[in-house]
């Protein structure tokens, strides 16, 4: 029993590329990902009936194809919006837009994309999906990394400063298992 989550949908052609944000497809490497989950799944977690979240975005149903759970796709759980940033790498958003790059790097919670969101906003965003969370169990949610970030941080009760900067590595599955005050963390990944 227990809250899961996975990582970020299997590796995108975008995260191949180094933008962000967009709707690509999974990387060939990411494809392979989605097909080894359902049994990463169930070595770990056995049979018990699992339901699937995922966004409404490509990277995420993909990569949830192959699990033979109920699936439910949230427009909620779509990856921050990074406004006139988005399909831009870093780079790209450094250059065009430097003064935004740095107020970024001084208070990356706060910052919001021109035409788009903060970490702030998510938070507030995603506040129907954790009460969700908060009443259901065994849920597993194929998620992007800020979504994650943001889910994450609040069943480990984590600071708005830690929050942006949370590890959440590609190909793993991080269960969380609530217990007194925090979680209990499992972490299975797949070698690809
Ligand atoms: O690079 C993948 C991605 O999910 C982007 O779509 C998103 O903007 C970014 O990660 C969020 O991470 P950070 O806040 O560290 O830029």
């Given at each position: 029993q227990g809250y899961l989550q996975s990582r970020i949908h299997g590796e995108s052609?975008?995260?191949?590329?180094?933008?962000?944000?967009?709707?690509?497809?999974?990387?060939?490497?990411?494809?392979?990902?989605?097909?080894?989950?359902?049994?990463?799944?169930?070595?770990?977690?056995?049979?018990?009936?699992?339901?699937?979240?995922?966004?409404?975005?490509?990277?995420?149903?993909?990569?949830?194809?192959?699990?033979?759970?109920?699936?439910?796709?949230?427009?909620?759980?779509?990856?921050?919006?990074?406004?006139?940033?988005?399909?831009?790498?870093?780079?790209?958003?450094?250059?065009?837009?430097?003064?935004?790059?740095?107020?970024?790097?001084?208070?990356?919670?706060?910052?919001?994309?021109?035409?788009?969101?903060?970490?702030?906003?998510?938070?507030?965003?995603?506040?129907?999906?954790?009460?969700?969370?908060?009443?259901?169990?065994?849920?597993?949610?194929?998620?992007h990394q800020a979504i994650l970030r943001c889910i994450y941080a609040?069943?480990?009760?984590?600071?708005?400063?830690?929050?942006?900067?949370?590890?959440?590595?590609?190909?793993?599955?991080?269960?969380?298992?609530?217990?007194?005050?925090?979680?209990?963390?499992?972490?299975?990944?797949?070698?690809?």
């Amino acid at each position: 029993q227990g809250y899961l989550q996975s990582r970020i949908h299997g590796e995108s052609v975008y995260n191949l590329e180094g933008k962000i944000g967009g709707d690509s497809s999974l990387s060939p490497r990411g494809r392979k990902y989605a097909l080894a989950l359902p049994d990463l799944i169930k070595a770990n977690l056995g049979d018990q009936p699992l339901t699937v979240w995922t966004s409404t975005l490509k990277r995420t149903i993909e990569t949830a194809k192959h699990l033979p759970y109920q699936k439910l796709h949230w427009k909620v759980l779509d990856e921050l919006d990074a406004g006139v940033c988005d399909g831009m790498t870093y780079e790209e958003i450094e250059e065009k837009y430097p003064e935004d790059y740095n107020n970024r790097d001084e208070d990356k919670f706060n910052y919001r994309y021109r035409g788009g969101e903060s970490y702030r906003d998510v938070v507030h965003r995603l506040e129907p999906v954790i009460m969700e969370l908060e009443r259901q169990q065994n849920i597993l949610i194929i998620g992007h990394q800020a979504i994650l970030r943001c889910i994450y941080a609040y069943f480990q009760k984590l600071s708005q400063d830690d929050l942006p900067y949370i590890k959440i590595p590609l190909h793993t599955v991080i269960q969380l298992t609530p217990k007194a005050y925090t979680c209990n963390e499992d972490r299975y990944k797949i070698d690809i």
